[in-house]
């Protein structure tokens, strides 16, 4: 249980740091080379699409551009329920963002990134 803990929170901040640090989403974009689910939770998954395609064109992490990027995605969506729990999770990061927008350790949440996917992916090879 401890475990699944850390994990979780391994994987917000990690997700965290892609919607609050240019520099941390630049390292990302460049070695995820295409990879479109790199984290094990779909909402996770989702949120971090919107940070690499807001990434690719603009050159920089959405910061508070995150709302507008899930008011787009609510106004498209025709599932409620999604959109409700998509919101409800985007909800749980936002403590983080102040914080971690402060006071953030870029390299530590690279290395970080760098390691959770790698043991995501093995995960995925080891169930195939």
Known sequence: MKTKKYQADEERAVLTGMIVNDGVLDVIARNLKGDKAPFRSKWSNLIARWCLE???????????????????????????????????????????????????????????????????????????
Do not use: C
């Open 54 to 128: 807001h990434w690719e064109k603009y050159k920089e992490a959405p910061g508070k551009g995150i709302n507008q990027l899930f008011s787009r995605f609510a106004q498209k969506s025709r599932d409620e329920d999604i959109v409700g729990l998509v919101e409800t999770f985007l909800q749980g990061l936002n403590d983080d963002f102040n914080s971690l927008a402060e006071e953030m350790n870029s390299q530590f949440i690279i290395d970080t990134a760098s390691r959770f996917f790698n043991a995501v992916r093995y995960e995925r090879l080891v169930k195939k």
